[in-house]
Protein backbone atom coordinates (compact mmCIF):
# COMPACT_ATOMS: atom_id res chain seq x y z
CA UNK A 1 0.00 0.00 0.00
CA UNK A 2 2.95 2.58 0.81
CA UNK A 3 4.35 1.94 -2.33
CA UNK A 4 1.32 2.95 -4.24
CA UNK A 5 1.11 5.99 -2.40
CA UNK A 6 4.96 6.64 -2.82
CA UNK A 7 4.00 6.09 -6.79
CA UNK A 8 0.97 8.79 -6.54
CA UNK A 9 3.22 11.53 -4.85
CA UNK A 10 6.09 11.25 -7.05
CA UNK A 11 4.00 11.39 -10.26
CA UNK A 12 2.32 14.63 -8.73
CA UNK A 13 5.76 16.06 -8.00
CA UNK A 14 6.92 14.88 -11.55
CA UNK A 15 4.48 16.76 -13.44
CA UNK A 16 2.44 19.40 -11.95
CA UNK A 17 4.45 22.16 -12.93
CA UNK A 18 3.31 20.92 -16.44
CA UNK A 19 -0.42 21.88 -15.92
CA UNK A 20 -1.87 24.45 -17.56
CA UNK A 21 -5.22 26.29 -16.11
CA UNK A 22 -7.75 25.58 -18.93
CA UNK A 23 -8.31 22.58 -20.99
CA UNK A 24 -11.10 20.52 -23.28
CA UNK A 25 -11.09 16.80 -23.66
CA UNK A 26 -12.74 14.84 -26.13
CA UNK A 27 -13.50 11.48 -25.31
CA UNK A 28 -13.93 8.54 -27.64
CA UNK A 29 -17.19 5.80 -26.53
CA UNK A 30 -16.57 2.18 -27.20
CA UNK A 31 -18.59 -0.77 -26.69
CA UNK A 32 -16.37 -3.56 -25.47
CA UNK A 33 -17.11 -7.50 -25.77
CA UNK A 34 -19.52 -9.16 -23.12
CA UNK A 35 -16.99 -10.06 -20.36
CA UNK A 36 -16.31 -14.19 -20.06
CA UNK A 37 -19.82 -15.07 -21.76
CA UNK A 38 -20.53 -18.33 -22.50
CA UNK A 39 -23.98 -19.38 -23.67
CA UNK A 40 -25.90 -22.13 -25.11
CA UNK A 41 -27.03 -22.00 -28.66
CA UNK A 42 -30.83 -21.51 -27.16
CA UNK A 43 -29.81 -19.10 -25.41
CA UNK A 44 -28.26 -17.26 -28.25
CA UNK A 45 -31.19 -17.44 -30.21
CA UNK A 46 -33.34 -15.46 -26.80
CA UNK A 47 -30.49 -13.12 -27.03
CA UNK A 48 -30.69 -11.83 -30.88
CA UNK A 49 -33.06 -9.41 -30.38
CA UNK A 50 -31.52 -7.77 -27.41
CA UNK A 51 -28.19 -7.88 -29.05
CA UNK A 52 -29.32 -6.39 -32.30
CA UNK A 53 -30.48 -3.33 -30.44
CA UNK A 54 -27.59 -2.93 -27.95
CA UNK A 55 -25.16 -3.17 -30.89
CA UNK A 56 -27.07 -0.46 -32.32
CA UNK A 57 -26.77 1.60 -29.34
CA UNK A 58 -23.22 1.06 -28.87
CA UNK A 59 -22.97 2.01 -32.62
CA UNK A 60 -24.73 5.24 -32.35
CA UNK A 61 -22.93 6.21 -29.21
CA UNK A 62 -19.78 5.92 -31.03
CA UNK A 63 -20.91 8.94 -33.67
CA UNK A 64 -21.11 11.32 -31.14
CA UNK A 65 -18.62 13.71 -29.76
CA UNK A 66 -18.08 13.51 -25.48
CA UNK A 67 -16.80 16.93 -24.65
CA UNK A 68 -15.45 17.70 -20.94
CA UNK A 69 -14.29 21.60 -20.33
CA UNK A 70 -12.60 22.57 -17.53
CA UNK A 71 -10.95 25.39 -15.20
CA UNK A 72 -9.62 24.51 -11.84
CA UNK A 73 -12.25 25.10 -10.11
CA UNK A 74 -15.31 24.19 -12.29
CA UNK A 75 -15.90 21.71 -14.96
CA UNK A 76 -18.96 20.88 -17.62
CA UNK A 77 -19.05 17.71 -19.55
CA UNK A 78 -21.64 17.74 -22.51
CA UNK A 79 -22.51 15.17 -25.13
CA UNK A 80 -22.10 16.96 -28.61
CA UNK A 81 -24.43 14.56 -30.30
CA UNK A 82 -25.07 14.22 -34.15
CA UNK A 83 -28.56 14.89 -35.98
CA UNK A 84 -30.35 11.69 -36.63
CA UNK A 85 -29.43 11.11 -40.02
CA UNK A 86 -32.62 10.00 -42.54
CA UNK A 87 -31.68 6.60 -43.47
CA UNK A 88 -31.08 5.69 -39.65
CA UNK A 89 -32.22 2.27 -38.90
CA UNK A 90 -33.71 2.31 -35.45
CA UNK A 91 -34.80 5.76 -34.97
CA UNK A 92 -35.96 5.65 -31.03
CA UNK A 93 -32.65 3.77 -30.03
CA UNK A 94 -31.10 6.63 -31.99
CA UNK A 95 -32.44 9.37 -29.98
CA UNK A 96 -31.54 7.50 -26.58
CA UNK A 97 -28.08 7.58 -27.74
CA UNK A 98 -27.92 11.11 -27.97
CA UNK A 99 -28.37 11.65 -24.53
CA UNK A 100 -25.25 10.07 -23.62
CA UNK A 101 -22.98 7.11 -22.63
CA UNK A 102 -22.58 5.06 -19.31
CA UNK A 103 -24.97 8.39 -17.56
CA UNK A 104 -27.26 10.37 -18.98
CA UNK A 105 -27.16 14.13 -19.03
CA UNK A 106 -25.01 17.01 -18.77
CA UNK A 107 -22.72 17.33 -15.79
CA UNK A 108 -21.25 20.42 -14.00
CA UNK A 109 -18.68 19.46 -10.92
CA UNK A 110 -17.04 22.32 -8.22
CA UNK A 111 -13.80 21.14 -6.72
CA UNK A 112 -14.18 24.03 -4.26
CA UNK A 113 -17.44 22.83 -2.94
CA UNK A 114 -17.16 18.95 -4.17
CA UNK A 115 -20.73 19.97 -5.87
CA UNK A 116 -21.82 17.72 -8.81
CA UNK A 117 -24.99 18.70 -11.21
CA UNK A 118 -26.67 16.60 -13.27
CA UNK A 119 -29.60 17.88 -16.15
CA UNK A 120 -30.93 15.20 -17.51
CA UNK A 121 -34.44 14.18 -18.99
CA UNK A 122 -36.85 11.49 -18.78
CA UNK A 123 -40.14 11.21 -20.19
CA UNK A 124 -40.36 14.52 -21.54
CA UNK A 125 -39.92 16.09 -17.77
CA UNK A 126 -36.02 17.83 -16.85
CA UNK A 127 -34.34 16.70 -13.71
CA UNK A 128 -31.67 19.04 -12.07
CA UNK A 129 -29.56 15.98 -10.08
CA UNK A 130 -27.70 16.84 -7.06
CA UNK A 131 -24.89 15.01 -6.03
CA UNK A 132 -20.72 15.12 -4.54
CA UNK A 133 -17.60 14.29 -6.23
CA UNK A 134 -17.05 10.71 -4.75
CA UNK A 135 -13.95 9.52 -3.29
CA UNK A 136 -14.68 5.62 -2.78
CA UNK A 137 -12.08 4.96 -5.15
CA UNK A 138 -8.88 2.50 -4.86
CA UNK A 139 -6.12 3.65 -6.19
CA UNK A 140 -3.72 0.75 -7.43
CA UNK A 141 -0.14 0.35 -9.00
CA UNK A 142 -1.29 -0.13 -12.47
CA UNK A 143 -0.01 2.81 -14.62
CA UNK A 144 -0.09 3.32 -18.46
CA UNK A 145 -0.30 6.17 -20.95
CA UNK A 146 -3.26 8.00 -22.07
CA UNK A 147 -3.32 10.00 -25.26
CA UNK A 148 0.40 10.96 -24.22
CA UNK A 149 -0.30 11.12 -20.17
CA UNK A 150 0.84 8.70 -17.50
CA UNK A 151 -2.42 7.36 -15.79
CA UNK A 152 -3.17 5.49 -12.48
CA UNK A 153 -5.99 3.23 -12.16
CA UNK A 154 -8.22 3.72 -9.65
CA UNK A 155 -11.19 1.22 -8.76
CA UNK A 156 -14.95 1.80 -7.86
CA UNK A 157 -14.84 0.66 -4.11
CA UNK A 158 -18.30 -1.30 -4.04
CA UNK A 159 -18.82 -5.05 -2.76
CA UNK A 160 -22.46 -5.35 -4.38
CA UNK A 161 -20.57 -4.73 -7.82
CA UNK A 162 -19.61 -7.68 -10.28
CA UNK A 163 -18.27 -5.41 -12.36
CA UNK A 164 -16.70 -2.42 -10.47
CA UNK A 165 -16.07 1.23 -12.72
CA UNK A 166 -12.68 1.53 -13.60
CA UNK A 167 -10.94 4.79 -14.24
CA UNK A 168 -7.55 6.11 -15.12
CA UNK A 169 -6.60 9.45 -13.91
CA UNK A 170 -3.61 11.66 -14.28
CA UNK A 171 -1.69 13.45 -12.43
CA UNK A 172 -0.31 15.74 -14.45
CA UNK A 173 -3.06 17.45 -14.81
CA UNK A 174 -4.26 17.51 -11.60
CA UNK A 175 -8.11 18.69 -11.16
CA UNK A 176 -10.80 16.32 -9.45
CA UNK A 177 -13.06 15.99 -12.63
CA UNK A 178 -13.93 13.41 -15.64
CA UNK A 179 -16.31 12.82 -18.26
CA UNK A 180 -20.03 11.68 -17.37
CA UNK A 181 -20.07 13.01 -13.89
CA UNK A 182 -17.02 10.74 -12.46
CA UNK A 183 -14.69 12.53 -10.82
CA UNK A 184 -13.24 12.63 -7.12
CA UNK A 185 -9.32 11.49 -7.83
CA UNK A 186 -5.94 13.10 -7.23
CA UNK A 187 -6.31 13.95 -11.63
CA UNK A 188 -8.31 14.46 -14.32
CA UNK A 189 -9.72 11.21 -15.17
CA UNK A 190 -9.03 9.93 -19.22
CA UNK A 191 -10.60 7.10 -18.74
CA UNK A 192 -13.82 5.27 -17.58
CA UNK A 193 -14.90 2.05 -18.07
CA UNK A 194 -18.09 0.70 -17.02
CA UNK A 195 -19.42 -3.28 -17.70
CA UNK A 196 -18.97 -2.90 -21.20
CA UNK A 197 -18.93 0.90 -21.61
CA UNK A 198 -15.82 2.84 -22.47
CA UNK A 199 -15.03 6.41 -22.62
CA UNK A 200 -11.59 7.12 -23.36
CA UNK A 201 -9.77 10.41 -23.71
CA UNK A 202 -8.38 11.16 -27.50
CA UNK A 203 -8.05 14.83 -28.00
CA UNK A 204 -6.91 16.98 -25.35
CA UNK A 205 -6.12 20.52 -25.98
CA UNK A 206 -4.90 23.28 -23.39
CA UNK A 207 -6.97 26.52 -23.71
CA UNK A 208 -5.51 30.02 -24.03
CA UNK A 209 -8.79 31.97 -23.16
CA UNK A 210 -11.04 31.22 -19.50
CA UNK A 211 -13.82 28.81 -21.50
CA UNK A 212 -17.63 29.32 -20.22
CA UNK A 213 -18.74 26.57 -17.73
CA UNK A 214 -22.37 26.11 -17.66
CA UNK A 215 -23.70 25.49 -14.58
CA UNK A 216 -27.17 23.85 -15.17
CA UNK A 217 -30.53 25.64 -12.89
CA UNK A 218 -33.65 24.66 -14.75
CA UNK A 219 -35.04 21.50 -14.00
CA UNK A 220 -37.30 19.28 -10.97
CA UNK A 221 -34.70 19.41 -7.92
CA UNK A 222 -33.72 15.99 -6.43
CA UNK A 223 -30.92 14.11 -5.71
CA UNK A 224 -29.40 11.43 -7.15
CA UNK A 225 -30.20 8.71 -4.86
CA UNK A 226 -33.57 10.48 -4.56
CA UNK A 227 -33.46 10.06 -8.62
CA UNK A 228 -32.41 5.58 -8.85
CA UNK A 229 -35.43 5.28 -6.76
CA UNK A 230 -37.70 7.22 -8.71
CA UNK A 231 -36.91 5.06 -11.34
CA UNK A 232 -36.56 1.60 -9.39
CA UNK A 233 -40.13 2.53 -8.69
CA UNK A 234 -41.74 3.18 -11.69
CA UNK A 235 -39.72 -0.18 -13.05
CA UNK A 236 -41.49 -2.06 -10.59
CA UNK A 237 -44.64 -0.32 -11.15
CA UNK A 238 -44.46 -1.54 -14.99
CA UNK A 239 -43.60 -5.29 -13.62
CA UNK A 240 -46.90 -5.29 -11.75
CA UNK A 241 -49.20 -3.67 -14.95
CA UNK A 242 -47.43 -6.36 -17.49
CA UNK A 243 -47.86 -9.18 -15.00
CA UNK A 244 -51.46 -7.90 -14.35
CA UNK A 245 -52.13 -8.63 -18.14
Not at 6 to 33: D, K, M, N, R, T
Not at 192 to 198: A, G, S, T
Request: proline share 6%; charged share 25%.
Amino acid sequence: MKNKFLLLIVFILSFSGLYAQYYQVEYAFELLPVPGLKVTEEEKAKMQQVKGIVDDLGAYLSQHRYILTFTPDESYYHVDAMEMPDDVDNPPIYRISMHGAIRYGDFYQNARTRQVLNSTEMSGTLYLLTDSLQNNWQITGETKKIAGYNCIKAIEKCDKCKYPVEAWFTPQIPVPFGPAGFGGLPGLILEVKKYRQLLSAKKIKQLKNKPEIIKPQKGERMTTNEYKEMLWRRRMEMRRRHKAK
